[in-house]
């Protein structure tokens, strides 16, 4: 139950994130963005772990390797010069 709720708090709050966060133009955008990713973890979170099985590895090596994507991203935005502009 505790989980549901840390849960169900966690997506409120990313929400209210991007609804304070971005412009009234650019609002819907960025929350139709949001539920995307949403959408795509839906979809690539079974082939991730298909594909492990495929290669002979655990489940659970599937959320390692599906974690070397974003921390390469921040690794890669670290590097940038100038921070981009948000409107």
Do not use: C, D
Not at 53 to 60: C, I, T, V
């Amino acid at each position: 139950a505790m989980m549901g709720a840390s849960f169900g708090g966690l997506a409120v709050s990313q929400n209210l994130l991007v609804v304070h966060g971005s412009s009234p133009q650019r609002r819907t955008q960025a929350l139709s963005g949001l539920h995307m990713m949403y959408g795509l973890a839906s979809l690539l979170a079974p082939i991730a772990v298909s594909i492990s099985y495929l290669f002979e590895w655990k489940w659970n090596s599937a959320f390692f390797i599906a974690a070397a994507v974003p921390f390469a991203v921040v690794l890669w935005s670290l590097r940038e010069k100038t921070s981009p502009q948000l409107n």
